[in-house]
T-cell receptor, first 107, second 113 residues
Framework: DQQVKQNSPSLSVQEGRISILNCDYTNSMFDYFLWYKKYPAEGPTFLISISSIKDKNEDGRFTVFLNKSAKHLSLHIVPSQPGDSAVYFC??????FGQGTRLTINP | NAGVTQTPKFQVLKTGQSMTLQCAQDMNHNSMYWYRQDPGMGLRLIYYSASEGTTDKGEVPNGYNVSRLNKREFSLRLESAAPSQTSVYFCASSANPAEETQYFGPGTRLLVL
């Protein structure tokens, strides 16, 4: 059974607006979460992470929010840029990955 | 500094054939991983090596074997390929098992006919 789930296979956002990607997990023992970005024909690259002792972590245009009680995290990208178009994977403790969400930023 | 490299980039096999996927990293990392990516399934861990000399099964190890040849290299072997092993395979490394951030190679696309 999938321990990390990204229920939206795809998301389309207009350039300059906010992109919100969501991720749910089932194992309350997970204590570290990561987001990876993947372009076609390349391997995933690390984007941002958050420890369970925090509820928010920011890095430039990227912010990750963690709601431990809901076992939910989200990645906010603002403002969205065309180069953000990629597949985004949520991961828990390096062993459990979500299915990925394909983000398309429209000019 | 090449990071994580994988060979080959693409391979076609017939059912029952064997092959080895090669992975090397030049970041002096202790831990290395093999994943497969299938549509709608995300990345699933096949095997990992927490440190040189150790290997452990991941979520989907059946049909695969691994060798941690040295600190730099971690190979994945398919002894008798099956169509269900058609996938994209990614190798990754991290500084140590407690370091969660992984660095991925570009992937090997495998087609088993």
């Amino acid at each position: 059974d999938q321990q990390v789930k990204q229920n939206s296979p795809s998301l389309s956002v207009q350039e300059g607006r906010i992109s919100i990607l969501n991720c749910d997990y089932t194992n309350s023992m997970f204590d570290y979460f990561l987001w990876y970005k993947k372009y076609p024909a390349e391997g995933p690259t690390f984007l941002i992470s958050i420890s369970s002792i925090k509820d928010k972590n920011e890095d430039g245009r990227f912010t990750v929010f963690l709601n431990k009680s809901a076992k939910h995290l989200s990645l906010h990208i603002v403002p969205s840029q065309p180069g953000d178009s990629a597949v985004y994977f949520c991961a828990a403790s390096a062993r459990a990955f979500g299915q990925g969400t394909r983000l398309t930023i429209n000019p | 500094n090449a990071g994580v490299t994988q060979t080959p980039k693409f391979q076609v096999l017939k059912t029952g054939q064997s092959m080895t996927l090669q992975c090397a990293q030049d970041m002096n990392h202790n831990s290395m991983y093999w994943y497969r990516q299938d549509p709608g399934m995300g990345l699933r861990l096949i095997y990992y090596s927490a440190s040189e000399g150790t290997t452990d099964k991941g979520e989907v190890p059946n049909g695969y074997n691994v060798s941690r040849l040295n600190k730099r290299e971690f190979s994945l072997r398919l002894e008798s390929a099956a169509p269900s092993q058609t996938s994209v395979y990614f190798c990754a490394s991290s500084a140590n098992p407690a370091e969660e951030t992984q660095y991925f190679g570009p992937g090997t696309r495998l087609l088993v006919l």
